[in-house]
């Protein structure tokens, strides 16, 4: 076990936990945002740095401090380790300047992306974010592409947090999805064009954090926030089967896995089940789906939310005051 | 004349070939190892050397090579890096060139001092004409029995390939490389583990520049007690310095650590001055990476003391009044220079050479180009400038890999002494002329 110290929390951890993984034990403010961290997603994380966290003090043998910010979600934590996350300047300045980067190129067409509402990078640049941009230059763009029956990438959206690359690599079978180019001009893209068809392809959608992996078959149907998410399940020969559906009246709009706090999905589910099992019919409805997450989709579903203790902690974070709207 | 270690021979005609090699006192310290049978001596030898790896960073080899992992029945592996793409660095090229039986004799060394039984090279894709000549040596090697299965009788197998890369500066941060080696795409490796305790194919590696590997050579022919007797303080032994921009004679020159900056501009042993007589503005000491010096900073300390080419001379002030060692590759600028435009060509390299895997240099490498793109076409504004010293903050420090790092340094040092220069380009863009034939070449990333 070893003991480490977040924002003057601390918290005793098995070994090997990532500094990330503490955080989120203790859970509330403390917890770093994470865009390309998977906890089901093996070599995943440390790419966006947005998790970044400063180091105060190495361990109790050495107490040295790190010299850079580390990212939170690839190290792991020594006995008697110190770390800062809200609770210093010089973090909440270099996370800024990260989700500057991060919009920097981002087209923010919100209004018309399907991930609007339940989107990490909305979120992120909600709560960290600058008002307005400092890039006066024409944005990058690329062609929508089309990979499989049912998943567009519009890979101008894409912040290249690489999950759906582990994705492809970790659960489905045949190695065609991956990264093409470098720099700034790198690109999400499979060998050839429409080439996944696979079981578990769909997954790709539930771990994409922004709009750049969508379902077409719930492309432009409606609005997250007009739906109501219930759980459910059923019988399935490829996955666990269970599910939340996303309900506008009677019809089901999309199904995707059962998502946690910080988005991650509780099971992968197949293609069979995403796509395919769009009647109520097909389903055993167990009830509503709890949304515990600070996103614009909790906006119409306020009967439901977040435990008063995690909203008082919100005011911490700079940006949106949250909890004014929740009170009201 | 300073001591020379590695290019002494460099003038002998014939020296790329094996005979004439051997003739000259090659594969020496091959002999001398494999009689002796004591690989943990090779390596408290380099320790004593004080030998600094030559490929940029400076870390103690010998450090280096006692942190490696010597698990049982587990491969260890040897890599030597000669992807050397640092703008303004050229003496991995000239030596592997000039006397590459040098650097295969330094593999067979070090390789055997660390218990490898298959070692690479990794070379730069543009160095395909000494990918050809490192093999034909490669091969004479084998022939004589330098290399392969129970090397002169001794009971020591090695085998020895070149690889070659394709292209892309990244491949020489060292974990890219073993990606790249691997057959993967060259993306720096998320740290730790270090390559001492999971490297290439997971198993441990040391990675060595091309000329840390050919000091192995002296420092076992010699003993590590005469190469640490040349130079000065913890900077040790000869440094190969690649010379380039408005001086007299441009080229590779080996030195001994502690030579003044001064002489090494202005005698005829080395650089022989500022091109038509012109006056000198500014150095970039160690390859486009390190900070760039005026003048006055680079010949004399912030403190007055005359500046030496060593590691400790360079890097004395900080960042607020020094630079760095780096790999070496030494740039002089005369008084007609244009730092901004300078900068935009470094700025626009780093944009081009970076991989993309993390956010800060991927976007932010490609904004510092264009923003210096702009001032450097008259539509500057002050606010520019301070928005290009905000984002290298940014940058710096919050990456992967070193190559952030080198992209935000030179803009945070050009601002930080030649701030006046930029201004100018915004105040009076007028009084620009000498920018227009690169109008339409800011792209190259797109094109």
């Known amino acids: 076990m070893a003991k480490v110290t977040i924002d003057d929390i601390t918290i005793e951890v098995p070994d090997g936990t990532t500094i990330l993984q503490a955080a989120r034990m203790i859970g509330g403010h403390v917890v770093p945002p994470a865009m390309c961290y998977y906890t089901k997603l093996k070599t995943s994380g440390g790419y966006c740095r947005t998790c970044l966290v400063k180091v105060e003090q190495g361990s109790e043998k050495d107490p040295r401090p790190m010299p850079k910010p580390v990212a939170s979600c690839r190290t792991t934590v020594m006995d008697g380790m110190v770390v800062r996350n809200t609770t210093s300047p010089e973090i909440q300045e270099a996370r800024a300047g990260v989700v500057e980067f991060l919009l920097l190129n981002h087209p923010l067409d919100c209004p018309i992306c399907d991930q609007a509402g339940e989107c990490h990078l909305q979120d992120l640049s909600y709560e960290h974010g600058k008002e307005g ?64 068809e696979n079981d578990f392809s769909g997954n790709m959608i539930d771990v994409c954090p922004v709009g750049a992996l969508t379902d077409k078959t ?111 | 004349m300073g001591k020379k270690l590695l290019l002494q021979n460099i003038d002998v005609p014939g020296i790329n070939t094996y005979e004439v090699y051997r003739k000259t006192g090659g594969y020496k310290s091959v002999e001398k190892v494999l009689e002796q049978k004591n690989p943990d001596a090779i390596v408290e030898e380099v320790k004593k050397s004080g030998l600094r790896g030559r490929g940029g960073a400076g870390f103690p080899t010998g450090m280096k090579w006692s942190f490696l992992a010597k698990p049982e029945g587990v491969a260890r592996y040897l890599v030597c890096n000669a992807d050397e793409s640092e703008p303004g660095t050229f003496k991995d090229r000239y030596l592997m060139e000039k ?16 218990g490898a039984n298959t070692s690479f090279i990794y070379i730069r894709g543009e160095y395909f004409y000494v990918l050809r000549i490192l093999e034909k040596a490669i091969k004479e090697a084998y022939e004589n029995g330098w290399l392969g299965k129970n090397i002169k009788g001794s009971g020591y197998n090695l085998d020895l390939y070149v690889q070659v890369g394709a292209g892309a500066y990244i491949c020489g941060e060292e974990t890219a490389l073993l990606e790249s080696l691997e057959g993967k795409r060259g993306n720096p490796r998320i740290k730790p583990p270090f390559p001492a305790v999971a490297g290439l194919y997971g198993c441990p590696t040391v990675v060595n520049n ?43 020159y080996e030195i001994e650590m502690g030579v003044p900056v001064e002489e090494f501009i202005y005698s005829d042993e080395y650089c022989g001055g500022i091109k038509n007589g012109k006056k000198l503005k500014a150095v970039v000491a ?41 790999s070496g590759g ?56 301070d928005l290009l010293w905000d984002i290298q903050s940014k940058i710096e420090g919050k990456t992967i890999c070193p190559l952030g790092d080198a992209a935000a340094w030179p803009v945070a040092s050009a601002i930080r002494h030649f701030r006046k220069e930029f201004e100018e380009y915004v105040n009076n863009p007028e009084s620009i002329q000498d920018v227009k034939h690169y109008f339409n070449v800011h792209n190259v990333a797109e094109a």
């Open chain 1, 218 to 328: 719930f492309r432009f149907k409606s609005r997250v926030w007009y739906t109501k998410p219930m759980y459910a399940h059923r019988d399935c020969d490829k996955c666990s089967g269970k599910t939340t559906l996303w309900y506008q009246g009677e019809d089901v709009l999309r199904v995707t896995g059962r998502k946690d706090v910080y988005g991650e999905v509780e099971d992968f589910i197949c293609n069979t089940c995403r796509f395919d099992k769009k009647l109520t019919k097909d389903w055993v409805i167990e009830g509503p789906a709890e949304i515990d997450r600070h996103s614009v989709i909790i906006q119409n579903h306020t009967e439901k939310l977040i435990p008063k203790e995690q909203v008082q902690i919100l005011p911490n974070l700079p940006g949106v005051d949250f909890t004014k709207k929740i009170e009201s």
């Open chain 1, 133 to 196: 941009t400092r890039f006066e230059f024409e944005k990058r763009t690329f062609d929508k592409i089309d990979i499989g029956e049912k998943i567009q990438l519009h890979m101008t959206r894409c912040i290249l947090c690489y999950r759906c690359v582990k994705v492809a690599d970790q659960l489905t079978d045949e190695r065609v999805h991956g990264v093409m180019n470098r720099g700034e001009v790198s690109e999400i893209s499979t060998y050839i064009e429409k080439a996944i």
């Open chain 2, 286 to 326: 160690g390859g486009s990476s390190v900070p760039i010096l005026p003048a006055d900073l680079i010949l004399k300390t912030a403190a007055g003391n005359p500046r030496l080419m060593t590691y400790e001379s360079l890097a004395d002030g900080g960042f607020a009044t020094g630079t760095m060692l780096g």
């Open chain 2, 99 to 114: 006397i590459p039986h040098l650097l295969i004799e330094g593999m067979i060394t070090s390789s055997y001092a660390l």
């Open chain 2, 210 to 252: 091309v000329e840390t590997i050919a000091a192995v050579v002296p420092i076992v022919n010699d003993g590590g007690d005469a190469y640490a007797a040349v130079g000065v303080e913890r900077s040790t032994g000869t440094k190969l310095i690649s010379a380039s921009g408005h001086i007299n004679k441009p080229g590779v």
């Open chain 2, 330 to 385: 030494f740039i002089v600028m005369d008084e007609t220079t244009s730092i901004v435009k300078n900068l935009w060509n470094f700025s626009r390299f780093y944009h081009h050479e970076s991989c993309g895997q993390c956010s800060p240099c991927r976007e932010g490498t490609g904004w510092m180009e264009k923003i210096l793109h702009k001032i450097l076409h008259g539509h500057g504004t002050i606010k520019d400038i």
